[in-house]
């Protein structure tokens, strides 16, 4: 069977996954919203005689007020912390940890998706929404009412033990994705939370893993950040999942804001989200991250998920000493109650445990789709891939992590309903006509051995890392982190042994030698320029076994783009050599390095990584040609449009990421990136297809945050336009320039109009059009 006859199947199964997510979805989001055109609710709320919240003609806050005034003193304390109380009829909240796939109890089983950053090396929304479509069912069959996901939290350092679990470096691509999983975890009538609301980006070095570092760890560390950096980098990605996908929840994290615990910090809390950004779900606590009764019920927290704090004694201590009024008490319970009835909470029968009655081949096929779309192809020297069976007599594939699952450790953690391991899946990808040969690399002299026989050496080696704890260092050689019975749910992983030792061997004894990553960040690679292919695999889900070996064998074109620059040395990254920038001195990390995140930082320094962000090769070329800048759009306060077109110049199908970076004036006090990412759009092209690809911006992509005035402002001058398949290099780069407020720009630069009110809204890459050539060729 030849590829295209396999592509061409594969496309096939896609569809009838898509068609089977989707009707699920329509089913789940009839379910929550049952019975909005009828006066009885048909779930578990009861008789409107005995309880009118129970009319479901009535708006989710009317319902809530008629409830909460129904309720007794002890009822209202129970529902804080998710309590039934059946004399209100109302049913025990639940909720699972779900980032990377539902956690469930003991002895469940759940889909175990590819990690986060491989779903943000995808570039693609809809992936998202497929992912969190999957997991959103997986939670509904398992009884669960909502999942505790997605993280949302920034890469400040790639040493962050839990940077697997979250989106990368960019603010813009982690909101884009964070939008697309809530929006599809919610279509299955289960409830997203967000997390960790804010500045939540370390765990800590010298620590144990699950729990916290005991220098910057995460339960007491103090993030001392300044609001333009807040708004513009950190709170982007949460504002855009409560203001664009409707998120339910927002789960506040364990360290401190400005010398202020995040789960009683008002300024947070109450001025920006519920004020500013207008949310009306309702925040929760970190297992263990209430500290303070009093401040978290007069700062904004809601709900308790540990009960560390919102327990009946301690409550009740509160309010007789008046230190918390009933009425303060009273909004909690609204703003929860509303909640519940907004979700259909009320108003549909319990979801019951029953694994029988999920999807389990829609849900792998997911699973391996979303995994090969963020496959990054780093490395392709002499076209090495992929990998040609009818051309082959033999392939070694060394390391352990080939016949290994690998993932990170941490209450994103899932028992998976089943694994294919990248050995196994090249053995049966390989056909019997090719010698596949495995060797563990415990002893790279023997691993060279078995290389050096081979027609071409694959290499499997991967990192290590743990909620509770960071990594000591960015090689693959680090120490372990924790211990065994924490680590990776394997004594293994503490025995991984010299993997840069190992590389450097199979490489000298075999030239066609190709290194597959599964790590959960950027790692050092010094021995990138001794091997012909690197693949970025990540941390690649149950069903990652057999997504890997069908990038190898170029069944598929790789799919993704790094999320994450890659640095050549540690001493690029910007929290190197600075104790105080991390992992903090006393307790205090100081976020020294502004809105100068990731590439951004190493652009304005003129760094060379060894990959920087957005980079990702394909199996075919493009051209990237034709850009072209106009002022107004889309309306709804678009003010430009960019538009490029790209050709796909080779002799296969293939991926195109084209990504739209905006530079924007420095004023005095004000620096800024040279780089901003503000749009980006996958395309699928055979060859000879070109495809027009417009971009759409509103003001609030030009504007800055202004500390002063507390908002966002476009300041008058030059924008920088930037279009291309990665953030670097420069010169590859197609340009353009945007005047904006009067600023003379030269006679090239598009005039856009000038802002009529203070901007708000990101514009997501949902909005992006995409128009496909109807004739081949140009």
Same mark, same amino acid.
């Given at each position: ?550 990038? +190898?064998? =170029?069944?598929?074109? /790789?799919?993704?783009? &790094? ?5 050549? #040395?540690?001493?690029?990254? %910007? *929290? ?90 420095? +004023?005095? =006090?004000?620096?800024? /990136?040279?780089?901003? &990412? ?5 395309? #699928?092209?055979?060859?000879? %297809? *070109? ?88």
């Amino acid at each position: 069977m030849g590829v295209g006859r396999i592509r061409d199947i594969w496309w096939v199964a896609l569809c009838v996954v898509f068609v089977v997510v989707i009707g699920n979805t329509l089913v789940g989001g009839i379910s929550a919203r049952a019975g909005a055109n009828s006066t009885p609710s048909n779930g578990r709320c009861g008789s409107v005689a005995q309880r009118p919240w129970c009319n479901t003609a009535l708006p989710a806050a009317t319902r809530a007020k008629l409830m909460e005034s129904a309720m007794s003193t002890s009822d209202k304390i129970g529902i804080l912390t998710g309590t039934a109380e059946p004399d209100v009829g109302l049913a025990a909240i639940e909720f699972t940890d779900g980032a990377l796939g539902v956690r469930g109890g003991t002895g469940d089983t759940a889909t175990a998706m590819p990690a986060g950053i491989s779903l943000a090396a995808s570039f693609d929304p809809f992936g998202a929404y497929l992912y969190g479509s999957v997991v959103g069912r997986d939670a509904k069959e398992l009884g669960y009412d909502g999942v505790w996901g997605p993280t949302v939290n920034m890469m400040r350092t790639p040493l962050g033990g839990r940077t697997y679990e979250a989106y990368g470096e960019d603010p813009f691509l982690t909101a884009a994705t964070g939008v697309g999983w809530i929006q599809g975890a919610q279509s299955q009538g289960v409830m997203a939370d967000v997390k960790h609301f804010v500045a939540n980006d370390q765990e800590g070095q010298l620590g144990v893993p699950l729990i916290s570092g005991t220098i910057g760890g995460r339960l007491y560390v103090n993030a001392v950040v300044d609001q333009r950096t807040l708004h513009e980098i950190d709170l982007v990605p949460f504002q855009a999942a409560v203001q664009q996908g409707h998120a339910a929840t927002v789960m506040c994290g364990y360290n401190r804001v400005n010398g202020v615990f995040d789960c009683e910090n008002a300024s947070l809390l109450q001025n920006t989200l519920e004020k500013s950004w207008g949310f009306d779900g309702f925040v929760m606590s970190d297992a263990g991250s209430a500290h303070n009764v009093v401040a978290n019920l007069n700062h904004g927290l809601d709900f308790d998920i540990a009960d560390s704090s919102y327990n009946s004694p301690e409550v009740e201590a509160a309010l007789a000493s008046g230190l918390v009024t009933m009425a303060t008490l009273n909004e909690h319970v609204i703003r929860i109650l509303t909640t519940l009835f907004t979700y259909g909470f009320f108003d549909r029968t319990a979801y019951m445990k029953n694994e029988n009655t999920i999807n389990r081949a829609s849900d792998n096929a997911v699973a391996e789709w979303v995994e090969q779309n963020g496959i990054t192809l780093l490395q392709n020297n002499d076209n090495v891939l992929p990998l040609e069976s009818s051309q082959l007599r033999s392939i070694a594939v060394i390391g352990s992590s080939a016949d290994t699952y690998v993932r990170g450790s941490g209450s994103s953690e899932v028992s998976p309903t089943s694994i294919v391991n990248p050995l196994q899946a090249i053995e049966a990808r390989a056909g019997k006509s090719v010698d596949v040969t495995y060797d563990n690399g415990a002893v790279p002299s023997e691993a060279a051995a078995v290389a050096q026989r081979a027609d071409v050496a694959i290499v499997f080696v991967r990192d290590s890392e743990s909620e509770g704890v960071d990594k000591p260092c960015m090689s693959l050689d680090c120490p372990n982190v924790g211990l065994p019975d924490l680590d990776n749910g394997t004594d293994e992983q503490l025995t991984i042994g010299p993997q840069a030792q190992l590389i450097e061997s199979v490489a000298a004894a075999n030239p066609n030698t190709v290194v597959v990553l599964e790590t959960g960040a950027p790692v050092l690679t010094p021995w990138r320029d001794m091997v012909k292919g690197v693949v970025e695999a990540w941390y690649p889900g149950q069903e990652g076994g057999t997504a890997i070996a069908r990038v +190898l064998f =170029g069944d598929v074109d /790789p799919g993704g783009r &790094l999320p994450a620059t890659f640095p050549a #040395s540690p001493a690029q990254e %910007q *929290t190197f050599g600075n104790l105080n920038a991390y992992p903090g001195i006393d307790g205090n990390v100081y976020y020294d390095e502004g809105v100068f995140v990731g590439y951004r930082w190493f652009q304005a320094h003129g760094y060379t990584p060894a990959y920087p962000f957005g980079y990702g090769l394909s199996y075919t070329s493009f051209d990237f040609h034709d850009i072209a800048i106009t002022p107004g759009g889309l309306g709804q306060g678009t003010v430009a449009s960019v538009s490029v077109e790209v050709t796909n110049t080779g002799s296969r199908q293939g991926f195109a990421v084209p990504q739209l970076y905006l530079g924007l004036p420095s +004023l005095a =006090g004000v620096p800024q /990136p040279p780089l901003q &990412l503000k749009g980006f759009q996958k395309v #699928s092209l055979q060859p000879g %297809q *070109t495809a027009t690809v417009r971009f759409h911006l509103n003001d609030r992509s030009f504007a800055y945050w202004d500390n002063e005035l507390n908002s966002w402002k476009v300041a008058p001058g030059c924008y920088g336009v930037s279009v291309g398949s990665a953030s670097a290099p420069a010169d590859q780069l197609l340009r353009g320039t945007i005047a904006r407020l009067g600023a003379d720009c030269g006679t090239a630069a598009v005039v856009a109009p000038a802002p009529d009110h203070a901007p708000s809204a990101l514009v997501l890459p949902a909005t992006p059009t995409v128009t496909y050539a109807s004739s081949r060729g140009t």
